[in-house]
């Protein structure tokens, strides 16, 4: 049997190598498709996939993609490949997207354009509607109505997906598929640092300028006994500079940094006294690691399931008093790190191929 991997992002491999090592090592023909959405970022990830598998280049370009002008050219230069050229390979084999970035909506449209079973990994995330977090709800919706068999872990994807009224297989899983992506990870635990990281990506706060200021005003209130790094995304160091704040007086005690390798970068928040984040996958690393971690969101419908008791996560709200009240207490929702016994990735791969 040949399964496809079509990934394109950053996450996407993280959250998917597991996976695919595993179907490597149960003798399955592996063919990873790369849409090469973030071709600089992923070529260290590349290198964590053991064995012996197939790598096709959908597209040429070598550079990450961080401006709307920029992905919208790649995403018109994939369609027009997909719709003028056929790829057998496809043909009636299992083919695997996740999430839901514009990788997984082009993944999805080249599989199903040749005739291939469509397999939606984490499906079922929150949706609050179509053109709130869009692309993001939109992209859910679709690729799920379309897709041929969904993964999803926990009752409230399980229900969301039976609320769609998706006509695909829903199969669950115990956990994400990131209790093993972090399993590849080397951590080293570092004393007496007092190192807080910040990650902001999500279109809906960079996006408004409201949101990015009063971010650099909680920001500018942590205290001057913490080393402050701000891993910046592309677009966000975009935004950042068109509202003439990425010299703002705000952060004068924050170091801005352009992206780094996975391993370093779950280091950073591994060590980190604190973090604050709106990126799903690093919500759920920190959750995992026990991180004590500010939310930069309004709600967390994408994430429901961990939110609780023994969460070491805090929603902002946007709200000040609340972010201030985190800096002092942060402590006290500081967990021990999540282990599971299984695999997630093996138990998916395992109930996917039952199902078939």
Request: glycine share 6%; proline share 2%; net charge positive.
């Amino acid at each position: 049997m040949n399964i496809l991997f079509v990934l394109g992002t950053k996450a996407q491999f993280i959250k998917t190598i597991p996976m695919i090592n595993y179907a490597i090592t149960s003798k399955y023909s592996v063919t990873v498709v790369d849409l090469k959405q973030h071709p600089e970022k992923t070529i260290s990830l590349i290198s964590k996939i053991n064995g012996e598998f197939t790598y096709l280049q959908f597209m040429e370009n070598k550079k990450d993609i961080g401006t709307y002008l920029g992905l919208l050219k790649w995403t018109l230069q994939i369609l027009f490949k997909i719709i003028f050229k056929k790829e057998k390979i496809f043909n009636n084999n299992l083919a695997i997207v996740h999430g839901d970035t514009l990788s997984t909506l082009l993944g999805a449209f080249l599989i199903r354009r040749n005739k291939g079973k469509l397999v939606l990994l984490e499906a079922g995330l929150g949706f609050p509607g179509i053109f709130k977090h869009f692309p993001e709800s939109f992209i859910r919706l679709y690729v799920a109505k379309f897709s041929h068999y969904l993964i999803a872990n926990g009752e409230d994807q399980i229900n969301q997906l039976k609320t769609w009224g998706v006509k695909g297989n829903i199969i669950e899983i115990s956990n994400n598929t990131i209790y093993d992506s972090l399993d590849l990870v080397g951590l080293e635990q570092i004393e007496n640092k007092k190192e807080v990281v910040i990650s902001i990506h999500r279109t809906e706060n960079i996006n408004n300028k409201e949101n990015m200021k009063l971010l650099l005003n909680v920001i500018s209130n942590i205290d001057d006994i913490y080393h402050v790094s701000w891993y910046l995304h592309i677009p966000t160091k975009n935004k950042l500079k068109s509202y003439d704040l990425i010299n703002s007086n705000k952060l004068k005690n924050v170091d801005l940094f352009d992206l780094v390798p996975y391993d370093k970068f779950l280091n950073k928040l591994y060590n980190s006294k604190f973090v604050i984040t709106d990126g799903d996958g690093v919500v759920e690393e920190c959750y995992i690691l026990g991180i004590p971690t500010l939310v930069w969101r309004y709600e967390h419908l994408d994430s429901n399931h961990l939110f609780g008791d023994e969460s070491s996560l805090l929603l902002s709200e946007f709200n000040l008093e609340k972010s201030l009240d985190f800096f002092k207490n942060y402590k006290k929702i500081k967990t021990n790190r999540k282990i599971q016994n299984s695999s997630p990735s093996k138990e998916a791969l395992d109930k996917l191929i039952e199902s078939i």
